[in-house]
C-alpha cells in the first residue's frame, strides 16, 4: 500500500474515489485487512477510509422501509429489537458472522461490496427486496441488491462509486423470514451451504408469497424463482416444504473447496431450505418478541 486518505465526509470520499480510479475502500477492514494477512490477497495499492463518516453510520426504522447507512455494524442488526421482530434473517444472518469483534467492526457495506458467494447477509437482503445507494462525482443511483452483484469478489458499482445506503421495505403482514446456514461450529464459521426465505400466507393460511435466495451453491447469492412458484397457493407444510427444496437443489451450481464439495453441498441445499422456510413460517404465524428471534 502506497497510499492512505481518511475521509470525513461521504463528499470527500467520493472526490478521493473520483482522483484515484485504483482506490478501493476501507471500513471495518474484517474482509480487505484479513484477507491480505492470510496471504490471499495483498492490500490496494491505495485505500480511502470511511469510518470516520458520521451520515453512513446512521440508521432510519420507519414502517415503510429500514434504511442502513453503509457503516451499519453486524452487531448493530443482531441486537436491534425492530431488526429482530420485522427483518428476521438479517438478525439471524448478523448473529452467525465471525466473532463478536467481527460483528462489531464489520459493515453492511463492506459485506456486501466484498461480494464473497459465501457472505450471510447477502440471500436475507435478496428475499427482503433490498436496495442500494452508489454515490459518485456523476450523481446518485439505486439498483436492487440482486443487481448489485455480480460475482466472487465482483459488484456492477463503478470504481468511483461509493456504497452509502441499504434500503429495506417493510415487511407485509402475515410474514415472516428467516435464514439458516449449515455450519461445522458455531463461531468463527464461513457458510458451508445458506438458505433465506421470506414467506407471506393468506388468511386461509395457504401461502400468498415466498422468496428463496441460497448461499455459497453459486458464483453469488442467488434467488430461485422456481422454487418460490412451486410455493405460491399451497399449505405451508412439510411436503410443500420439501418439494421446494427438492427444486431449489437442482438449480445450485456450487464448487469443490477445502470446506465441502459440490455433491455434499447440492445435497445440504434441500436440508437449509426446507429448515428456512419452516422457520420463515412459523415467524409469519406467530412473529418473534423484541427480545428474542425465535417464534
Sequence with gaps: MSRYAAARTAAEAV??????????????????????????????????????????????????????????????????????????????????????????????????????????????????????????????????????LAGPGRTTAAPDELLTIVRVPGPPSRSGSAYVRLEHRKAMEIAIVGAAAAVRLRPDGLVGSALLALTAVAPTCLRVPHAEALLIGRRADAETFAEAATVAAAAVAPITDVRAGAAYRRAMTSVVVTRALALATARAVRPPTETGRNP
Design 15 to 148: 472526490d478521493l474515489l473520483g482522483a484515484d480510479p485504483g482506490a478501493r475502500v476501507i471500513a471495518g477492514g474484517t474482509d480487505l485487512v484479513v484477507a491480505a494477512r492470510n496471504g490471499k490477497q495483498p492490500l490496494p495499492g491505495s485505500l480511502v477510509a470511511v469510518h470516520r463518516i458520521a451520515e453512513l453510520a446512521r440508521q432510519r426504522d420507519a414502517e415503510a422501509e429500514l434504511e442502513l447507512g453503509a457503516l451499519t455494524t453486524h452487531a448493530w442488526l443482531e441486537c436491534s429489537p425492530r431488526v429482530r421482530t420485522r427483518w428476521s434473517a438479517l438478525a439471524d444472518a448478523a448473529a452467525m458472522i465471525g466473532s463478536p469483534a467481527t460483528r462489531a467492526t464489520g459493515t453492511v457495506g463492506g459485506n456486501l461490496m466484498n461480494a464473497s458467494p459465501a457472505m450471510d447477509l447477502g440471500s436475507p437482503l435478496l428475499v427482503l427486496g433490498a436496495e442500494v445507494e452508489l454515490r459518485s462525482g456523476r450523481g446518485t443511483r439505486t439498483l436492487p441488491v440482486a443487481e448489485l
